[in-house]
Every structure is written in structure tokens, then in C-alpha cells.
């Protein structure tokens, strides 16, 4: 099989377990547990698990940005190329199908996905990929060293969350490497000493499942030195600020999305 119709084939796989009642279900208890338990930073709300999947043809219209594919045939050296939110894992497929040689890594909150991706896996026999259960902030605090090309799944999730993951990947990633985002407004306001992250490219009109989002942007980001003049305490004082403002929002996020659960 060409390495498109694996892809279309994995994808259709996929797309035929959204329609399937007993994923739904055990996916339904698995956050009715995950809301009870966890704490407000990890997403405690319905709303931080939503479902929703990227097509291959959004993907390649991203990986196809010149320098962007460059990158990831010539430059990441043995670091692996990362999705934060995989979800079933079709990002985690279309990358490690699409490009040779590479290592993918899959990381999400929802045990009963990351068994799915594991399941596609042994179905497939798809190569040099691994998936981990696992917030997405600490896995980058323990691995983002690692990482030369993340993407951040993060449409649904708390922004302080988002936050923070794009903060532990500006401080833990290498200088050069690239991060793909579906917001440009926090990554826009995180620093880390002297270093930022800069946008290289919008790709813009990009289809998606989601309902609530069918077509929108993706960006692409590299860490690269800031310009800024702001000394260390500025860093931490403008951070403080822009975490207050987002905590805000997320409150009153939170209590809109309880009252519509209960
Ligand atoms: C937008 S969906 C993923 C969509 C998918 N990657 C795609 O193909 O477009 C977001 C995923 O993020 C996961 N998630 C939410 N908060 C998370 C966190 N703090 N760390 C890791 N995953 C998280 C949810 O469980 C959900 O599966």
C-alpha cells in the first residue's frame, strides 16, 4: 500500500468508530470520572475532553509550508515529532505514515483513546509510534527536550492549560524547533527569559469535524531569541497579568459549562 491509501485507510478506520455506541459510552464514563476527580488545571470541565478530528487534508496543507517540511526531513536529529490532545491518534498516524524515519509520540488525558491508538497500532502494523495517557503540561516538563515538532491540540481546553504547555515547551525545546498551534493569542504573549515563540506562517481555511469550529487557521511557530528588552521581573509581571486575565475567563467558562452539565 502507498503510504495515502494506508493513511485514508487508518483515517476511515477511525471515522468509523465515532459512529460506534460503545466508544461513545465508555469515552461518556471516562470523563464523568475525569470531571469528578481532577482539578481545575487539568480541565474539569465536559467541555476540555470535546471531540473533534483534523483531516488529512488539513494536515498535509500544513506539513506541505516549505519550511516547516524541511524541517522535519533535515532537522530533528533523533527528537520526535509530538501531538499534544491526539485524541484516536490521527495526527500521530499521518505523521509517522507521511514522513520517513521519524518518531511520533501521542499524548492525551483520555485512557479509552489512547487505547484505541494503541489498538489501530497493532491492527496496522503502523511503526515507530507511541502513546501516553498523560497531561499535557507534565509531559512536557519531563519530555519537551525531546520534542522538535509539537502540535497543540488545545481548541477545546482551559486556557490556562494552554498556557502552560506553551510556556514548559518554550523553556524545555530547542532553539529552532517548531511548535503548530490553533490559537495565536497566548502563544503570541509567552516568553521565557530571552527566548519567544515567533510565527512563521498561517495556514488559513482549514476544514475540521468540529461543529463549532468547521474551518479555521493553524499556525506555525519556531523558538527563536526574543528582541524584547524586558528584564526578568517585567517577564514575570506581564505573565502574572496575562494568567490572571485568562483565570478570569476561565471562571466564568467553568460556570457556564457546570450549569448547562448538571
Ligand atoms: C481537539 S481534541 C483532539 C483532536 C485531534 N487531535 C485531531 O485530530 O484534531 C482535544 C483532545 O485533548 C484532550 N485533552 C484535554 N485536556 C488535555 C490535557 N490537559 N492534556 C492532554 N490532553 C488533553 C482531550 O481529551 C481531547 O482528546
Not at 455506541?21 to 470541565?45: M, T
Not at 498556557?163 to 498551534?181: D, Q
Not at 497579568?241 to 485568562?246: G, I, K, P, S, V
Request: aromatic content about 12%; hydrophobic content about 35%; some cysteine.
Amino acid at each position: 500500500m502507498t503510504e495515502k491509501v494506508r493513511i485514508e485507510a487508518i483515517a476511515a478506520a477511525l471515522a468509523a468508530l465515532e459512529e460506534s455506541d460503545k466508544w461513545e459510552s465508555e469515552r461518556e464514563d471516562e470523563i464523568n470520572v475525569l470531571v469528578k476527580k481532577n482539578g481545575y488545571e487539568l480541565g474539569n470541565c465536559r467541555c476540555c475532553y470535546n471531540y473533534g478530528s483534523t483531516p488529512f487534508e488539513s494536515w498535509e496543507k500544513v506539513f506541505q509550508y516549505r519550511e516547516l517540511r524541511d524541517y522535519v526531513e533535515n532537522g530533528l536529529e533523533e527528537r520526535v515529532y509530538c501531538v499534544l490532545g491526539s485524541s484516536t491518534g490521527w495526527m500521530v498516524f499521518y505523521g509517522v505514515e507521511y514522513f520517513t524515519g521519524i518518531t511520533a509520540v501521542g499524548v492525551d488525558l483520555l485512557e479509552s483513546q489512547i487505547e484505541v491508538s494503541r489498538e489501530m497500532v497493532e491492527r496496522f502494523g503502523i511503526e515507530n509510534c507511541e502513546f501516553y495517557t498523560k497531561d499535557a503540561v507534565e509531559y512536557v516538563r519531563e519530555h519537551g527536550a525531546q520534542i522538535g515538532v509539537c502540535i497543540v491540540s488545545s481548541l477545546c481546553w482551559h486556557s490556562v492549560v494552554r498556557y502552560n504547555t506553551f510556556y514548559e515547551l518554550l523553556r524545555t525545546m530547542r532553539a529552532g524547533s517548531c511548535v503548530i498551534a490553533y490559537h495565536n493569542e497566548e502563544i503570541d504573549a509567552v516568553l521565557y527569559d530571552e527566548w519567544k515563540f515567533e510565527l512563521v506562517h498561517e495556514v488559513k481555511n482549514l476544514a475540521f469535524s468540529w461543529r463549532t469550529h468547521p474551518s479555521r487557521s493553524l499556525y506555525i511557530y519556531r523558538k527563536v531569541k526574543s528582541s524584547s528588552r524586558l528584564s526578568k521581573q517585567e517577564i514575570i509581571a506581564q505573565q502574572a497579568e496575562y494568567l490572571h486575565a485568562l483565570e478570569e475567563q476561565d471562571a466564568e467558562h467553568l460556570a457556564i459549562c457546570n450549569l448547562f452539565s448538571q
